[in-house]
């Protein structure tokens, strides 16, 4: 089993950033691949990032390229998300998640979630 915590999520505003963390505990010497999703009010669950389990390779949905960034730092078993250029349609609650390596990353691929963080993008 692998228990995941998200801490980071708040109000900020349109063009601002915020850093999401991920704090894994039981299991974690599993090479899990660590990834980010989000779901919006009244909207499915949606891919958002994703890392292997060195670090060495990133994946991430086509809306967040170039904006956001994941990484991790094995030691601490921990997962972070930095977003920068956030926009209002990235007002969501943002779940942490890990499951096998892997390259499709819809909601079946994971086989932990984390309870989430809600992160607010006002105008």
């Known amino acids: 089993q692998v228990q995941l915590v998200e801490s980071g999520g708040g109000l900020v505003q349109a063009g601002g950033s915020l850093r999401l963390s991920c704090a894994a505990s039981?299991?974690?010497?599993?090479?899990?691949?660590m990834g980010w999703f989000r779901q919006a009010p009244g909207k499915e669950r949606e891919f958002v990032a994703a890392?292997?389990?060195?670090?060495?390779?990133?994946f991430y949905a086509d809306s967040v390229k170039g904006r956001f960034t994941i990484s991790r730092d094995n030691a601490k078993n921990t997962v972070y998300l930095q977003m920068n250029s956030l926009k209002p349609e990235g007002t969501a609650v943002y779940y942490c998640?890990?499951?096998?390596?892997?390259?499709?990353?819809?909601?079946?691929?994971?086989?932990?979630w984390g309870k989430g963080t809600l992160v607010t993008v006002s105008e």
């Open positions: 039981g299991r974690t010497s599993s090479p899990y691949y």
């Open positions: 890392i292997s389990w060195s670090g060495g390779s990133q």
């Open positions: 998640a890990a499951g096998p390596p892997s390259s499709r990353w819809s909601t079946g691929w994971v086989d932990y």
